[in-house]
């Protein structure tokens, strides 16, 4: 059967026909602004190692007047302790004009030792962002500084892929704690010291609008979210008859409605892998109906972050194709989550992509997709955990681009009756809605998944979103003046109903702020 036409399934969360796909992108800036002439040196908190680039930075501080404190290698160690009132105490006291996270600084050969090191780095941001959080006094501005954990333009190498999982949660501690002003730096993946620092102490002492930046050598880029229409697919998908197609996370509502569409695509082969394997009927009727096509089945139960048990499946099978739908969400704002559970909650999305694109490598396949989240894209608050682990999805897949390995990273929107949507009531559905992000048909997802699969201009990382930004903008006040959401507005500007046209009501100021952190209600309230 024909796939479904994307525009004509209707978003039951309210914003029907307003689906798109939403595209990041670095553009070329002009260099940070110089800060007001008028403002005094002040003190700096300075977090983590930052090799000889942090040692530079903060010696420029100290020239320009300013006073530093540095919890160096003791805080990435775990030695600055776990402890809340520890970290408290680093940010109390005098008031502070900044705070500077150095997000690791050394590249490190092995990829599964890196993961673990992330980890550990992401823990203490964790417990930094906390302690930032609790200040009662006008907070600093936070700045994460990351070193080639984003791909930009040519960039074929990545100094730390794992260290991208500080983008995603930095996007949500954005919009959960916005009085931090997060942002987000990323310098070049080969250090040219004179060069990073100068670059980077300019971006500091800027203080300027951009929350994202990438700096390589003289030149700056600043992070922008474009809109596409999302169209119907222009051709098929043509899987292989004689090949297998691996599905992580297959069991699940998303990883069978992938593999009901290859198998209406001609598809013979499918190993579906999961945690826990076969259990309700609901299943069992999906996989029965694909053996009825003519389609073979693999049930494979596995833990996609056991490295040697998925490579032993894999060698059983002759594949051409893998979908990483896998991932545990377990939804909690910043205050509340334990640093120590974080390898726990990412393990299946980081570690089984890691083990996949491992396997994957010098292998000829047709497609190799990751399920991430628009969760990342947009920094959706109490996805903190999630938003990390789907960053690292993201450019994991534009490095597998750069380097001309087939990579897809599909930023979803909440789809109808699968995961946490699937127990939800119309009600939260549609309270999602009023705070801007619709949800979308899992036969318009299918949809577009198969409209990405087969034309040839797809980016390598892209969302698909039912996503209102006036609405957004409403219980995010700050997202109303982004730089990186402008063009978004612009879209938005363009496609405006006329002015006989009916209006959305915006939601009342009240749940807007009831949506709030509590240490953020008392601003709005001034």
């Known amino acids: 059967p024909a796939a479904p036409a994307a525009a004509a399934a209707p978003a039951r969360g309210g914003l029907a026909g307003s689906t798109a796909l939403l595209t990041p992108r670095w553009e070329r800036g002009a260099r940070a602004a110089p800060g007001p002439r008028d403002e005094a040196p002040g003190e700096w908190l300075v977090v983590g190692d930052g090799g000889d680039t942090a040692r530079a930075v903060v010696a420029r501080l100290e020239d320009a007047g300013h006073r530093t404190r540095w919890v160096g290698h003791a805080a990435d160690a775990g030695a600055a302790g776990g402890e809340a009132g520890a970290w408290e105490e680093l940010v109390t006291g005098e008031p502070l004009q900044g705070v500077l996270r150095f997000c690791g600084s050394d590249a490190c050969d092995d990829a599964h030792a890196e993961l673990a090191r992330a980890d550990r780095e992401l823990s203490v941001t964790l417990r930094l962002l906390r302690a930032l959080s609790r200040s009662r006094a006008a907070p600093p501005r936070l700045w994460l500084v990351t070193r080639g954990a984003q791909v930009v333009e040519d960039d074929r190498c990545l100094a730390s892929l794992a260290r991208s999982a500080h983008w995603g949660l930095g996007r949500v501690a954005a919009n959960e704690h916005p009085r931090l002003r997060c942002a987000l730096v990323d310098l070049p993946p080969v250090q040219r010291l004179t060069e990073d620092a100068d670059a980077l102490i300019e971006e500091l002492l800027s203080d300027g609008a951009e929350a994202e930046v990438a700096l390589r050598g003289r ?59 076969v259990e309700t009927d609901a299943q069992r009727a999906a996989i029965a109906a694909m053996a009825a096509s003519g389609a073979s089945l693999t049930i494979e139960q596995a833990d996609v972050s056991d490295g040697e048990a998925m490579a032993a499946i894999l060698q059983r099978h002759p594949v051409r194709g893998i979908l990483h739908a896998a991932g545990i969400m377990a939804p909690s704002m910043i205050s509340s989550v334990d640093p120590s559970s974080l390898s726990a909650m990412t393990a299946a999305k980081l570690r089984g992509a890691l083990h996949l694109h491992e396997w994957a490598a010098n ?25 990390a682990a789907n960053a690292y999805l993201d450019v994991l897949a534009q490095h597998r681009r750069a380097a001309g390995a087939p990579a897809l990273s599909v930023a979803w929107t909440v789809i109808e009756d699968t995961g946490m949507a699937a127990g939800a009531s119309a009600k939260a559905m549609s309270q999602l809605a009023d705070r801007g992000l619709g949800s979308v048909s899992l036969e318009l997802a299918t949809s577009a998944l198969e409209r990405l699969l087969t034309t040839d201009e797809a980016p ?42 009916p209006r959305r009501a915006a939601p009342g100021f009240a749940a807007a702020l009831r949506a709030q952190a509590p240490d953020d209600r008392a601003r709005s309230l001034e």
């Open 219 to 277: 030149d700056r880029f600043v992070s922008r979210l474009a809109r596409q229409p999302l169209e119907a697919p222009v051709r098929r998908l043509t899987p292989r008859a004689d090949a297998a197609y691996v599905i992580t996370g297959g069991l699940g509502a998303l990883g069978l409605a992938a593999a009901r569409l290859l198998v209406e695509r001609g598809a013979r082969r499918l190993v579906l892998l999961g945690r826990r394997g």
């Open 363 to 387: 292998r000829p396949l047709d497609f190799f997709v990751l399920y991430s989240s628009i969760a990342t894209l947009l920094g959706t608050p109490g996805q903190a955990t999630y938003a």
């Open 460 to 501: 390598a990382h892209v969302g698909v979103a039912s996503f209102d930004l006036e609405r957004w903008s409403t219980f995010h006040p700050h997202a109303a003046s982004s730089p990186r959401l402008a063009p978004l507005a612009a879209a938005a500007t363009s496609r405006a109903p006329g002015p006989g046209a």
